[in-house]
């Protein structure tokens, strides 16, 4: 269904379904982000991964299927006009597992093909678009690890975790990252599910190097909850809404 609404949340009127494409009904969980130019949506069926740009009002629709054995999911970011695909792949009943990485322009073409990257294996990593290319961050049993990518999904740092050993969930229900391309940093907020390092909201601003500049932390007000929605406002105060 696509729903448009002007800034209080009105509807526009436009309320109606729309077809992105065979094998949108039964993909794994896809993505959707705005380049600038169109809408993206990225969304993976098993066997390849399916790419639909349309117009903001959901007109001009345009599908792209690219064949991938053992596409399972994976995940969305864009930066500058750029979209970033990581797709991770299982073969072979889960007997092998790897990470592909694509490339796809303002207006959903290819410009990188998708293809196999030197990265670990996560179901539920986090990728961020960032100046100078990509972070990916990894949760683990142990403390959350992140690196920097090139734009094109190449590995340029090894794996480390944050300075305070923090720990994310595999689903990203208590961490959620905003980018700003107006400015050098990106919005992180997040609350370890496991109380490492310990059980406070974080709310702070990391650059493109993976450096954490204006941070807080404080107890969460109640109702406690998660799946946090935030928002920063053109007076640079960040505004948080969550289920609790």
């Known amino acids: 269904i696509w729903i448009e609404t002007d800034r209080s949340g009105r509807s526009d009127i436009r309320d109606r379904p729309y077809t992105l494409g065979a094998g949108c009904r039964s993909a794994n969980v896809g993505e959707t982000v705005w380049t600038g130019e169109r809408m993206v949506a990225v969304w993976w069926d098993e066997d390849a991964v399916f790419v639909a740009s349309l117009e903001r009002d959901g007109t001009d629709v345009r599908n792209e299927r690219i064949p991938l054995d053992g596409a399972r999911g994976g995940n969305v970011a864009v930066y500058n006009g750029l979209v970033g695909v990581r797709t991770y792949v299982v073969l072979d009943g889960g007997a092998e597992r790897y990470v592909e990485f694509m490339l796809l322009d303002e207006f959903g073409n290819v410009v990188v093909p998708t293809r196999r990257v030197d990265l670990e294996y996560a179901t539920w990593a986090r990728l961020i678009g960032t100046e100078s290319g990509w972070q990916y961050w990894t949760p683990h ?25 923090r720990r994310n969930g595999d689903a990203p229900y208590q961490d959620v990252q905003r980018v700003d391309e107006s400015s050098s940093e990106f919005l992180n907020i997040w609350q370890s599910p496991t109380g490492a390092p310990d059980e406070d909201l974080h709310v702070e601003f990391i650059d493109a190097d993976g450096n954490i500049g204006r941070a807080w932390h404080g107890p969460m007000a109640e109702p406690i909850g998660s799946d946090f929605h935030p928002h920063i406002g053109e007076d640079g105060n960040v505004r948080l809404v969550w289920h609790g």
Not at 141 to 164: V, Y
């Open 141 to 165: 049993r142990g403390p959350t690890t992140w690196q920097l990518l090139s734009r094109e999904g190449d590995p340029l740092t090894e794996p480390q975790p944050f300075f305070d050993a």
